[in-house]
């Protein structure tokens, strides 16, 4: 009667249509996503960001090095040679000023919008004039303060400021104001400031497992959530689970798909873009913005010998990784071990 079951369950479960995201989806990180493939996530590829470390690098750069650096409306007044931060692909950090630099009072705004995970888990900051002093220099993030200085400010710690972020589209705006003063940048330069931001980004994401489900049957399933404890954003995620023995069956839409992860409800319908290697399966899926949290289902089933008593013990493992740094691996993920029998006794299983 169990066998019986058992074969009713497997052809059941292999009948489910495979269900697609739609095409084209955006993510407030402007990561393009199509079925089960990160298809394009153009901030990473920005000069100022370092995507395997989850960085940004943002100076005020000269407007002729790399365009996509430049401020709009700054010209070069000169370079500095020992900057307070390593250089990334907008290269060393130069003193800006306008075009014309007036004799009187001066104000200049420059302004860039740059695509983010969020909330940073540090901040650092460094504000210089050039020659001539200046009555103010500042940064803004999306119209928060982030530094405001009227002398060189080095390599500041700003942590408490990093709300000042979120995820997607930031706009950035530097300033600085001087007095009156002689002719300025005729001849010689003289008047300018210097800016240098470094953030780096990590998402704290935890993956955990509901409860054994002792079912009497070889249908193994159950639940792993995935939580993003923050403080940043992840644009995509890989979803893994793998069982530790040889004895599976597979699904039918893949010979190496012994293990299924679907959306929520572990009958229903596969990931799609799912990577099957018998006893293990990887699923990229979308990512979770700080304190967003998903379930996922996960199934498969136990090849029993057909006849006779058995008992086998292995281990599930379930974890997750995304894109954006996470500053606790060690949350990312468990095992477990589960057993698979037929005897007289009730489940669980029980070692002979």
Known sequence: MRRAILLALLVGVAAFAIALPAAGASSPGGCTVKPGVITDCPFRKKPWYDAVNSELWLVSANPQYV????????????????????????????????????????????????????????LQASLRPYKNPLKSMTIEVNGHVLLNATHAVHELDLRSKARAFKYGVNTIEITAA???????????????????????FGADVVATIDAQNNNGSALFMQNVTVKNLGPSATDFMTVSFKVGTSRLKTYPFDPHAGVVITAGDPLGAPLPGCMYFTGSTYCTVEGLEAGESRKFGVRYIYDAPPTGN?????????????????????????????????????????KP
């Open 67 to 122: 365009k996509e650096c430049a401020w709009p409306g700054s010209v070069a007044v000169i370079n500095e040679n020992h900057p307070d931060f390593k250089q990334w692909g907008c290269g060393a950090p130069m003193y800006l000023w306008a075009k014309t630099c007036l004799a009187g009072p001066q104000t200049v705004t420059w302004t860039k919008k740059i695509i983010l995970p969020g909330v940073p888990i540090a």
């Open 310 to 350: 058995f008992y086998e013990l292995f281990t599930e493992s379930w974890g997750v990784s995304a894109d954006t740094f996470d500053p606790k691996t060690a949350n990312n993920g468990g095992q477990r071990p589960r057993g698979a029998c037929r005897q007289a006794a009730p489940p669980p299983c029980a």
């Open 178 to 200: 001087k007095g009156p003063s002689k002719p300025c940048n005729a001849g010689e330069t003289d008047t300018g400031f210097l800016m240098e931001l470094h953030a780096k």
